[in-house]
């Protein structure tokens, strides 16, 4: 459970916005009904770059929601396991998400994706120790420019929301 404050100011606007998450999710997940009670400014734009993402061009969706998954244990983001397994198991045995959650190299997509995967995961960790062979073994995969940034992005946020949200838990 998070603590926060009911947005009042933002009441309308915050109650369209959650009509559009129940359609979408079936439920208004915690994390975003805090998102929406700090700011629905913030949860909406949260809610157009989930959009973005579930149509990218190039990148499968699920690559996201495994990456997702992997930071949330890796992280201890309860709600994230929660909302993001529930995703997958639509698509996936719980064997599978179980060895993507240990290893990202596990996912059932193809090595590119993996790849691309690992990649992410290295800069939200381990920055510093990332080279331009890191980058040049993705292009050579096929990945543009863009592409990676649209992952690396993607992880760099849920890492850093993570933390944000961690500390709205009541403890």
């Known amino acids: 459970m998070f603590y926060y404050k009911e947005n009042i100011e933002q009441k309308e606007k915050l109650e369209r916005l959650f009509r559009k998450v129940k359609v979408l999710y079936g439920d208004v997940p915690?994390?975003?009904?805090?998102?929406?009670?700090?700011?629905?400014?913030?949860?909406?734009d949260f809610l157009k770059m989930a959009a973005?993402?579930?149509?990218?061009?190039?990148?499968?969706?699920?690559?996201?929601?495994?990456?997702?998954?992997?930071?949330?244990?890796?992280?201890?983001?309860?709600?994230?396991?929660?909302?993001?397994?529930?995703?997958?198991?639509?698509?996936?045995?719980?064997?599978?998400?179980?060895?993507?959650?240990?290893n990202i190299e596990s996912i059932p997509l193809d090595n590119s994706h993996i790849e691309l995967a690992k990649?992410?995961?290295?800069?939200?960790?381990?920055?510093?120790?990332?080279?331009?062979?890191?980058?040049?073994?993705?292009?050579?995969?096929?990945?543009?420019?863009?592409?990676i940034f649209d992952c690396i992005e993607h992880a760099g946020t849920l890492f850093r929301n993570g933390r944000i949200l961690n500390a709205y838990m009541i403890k």
Request: hydrophobic letters at 40%.
């Open 30 to 44: 915690l994390q975003m009904e805090l998102l929406g009670n700090i700011d629905a400014d913030y949860l909406e």
């Open 52 to 102: 973005k993402i579930a149509r990218h061009p190039n990148i499968q969706h699920e690559l996201f929601t495994f990456l997702r998954l992997h930071i949330a244990y890796r992280e201890n983001y309860i709600y994230c396991k929660t909302f993001n397994t529930k995703m997958l198991l639509a698509d996936y045995s719980q064997e599978i998400i179980d060895n993507a959650i240990d």
């Open 119 to 147: 990649l992410a995961l290295k800069i939200i960790y381990n920055s510093l120790t990332v080279t331009s062979k890191d980058f040049d073994k993705l292009f050579t995969l096929g990945w543009s420019q863009k592409d």
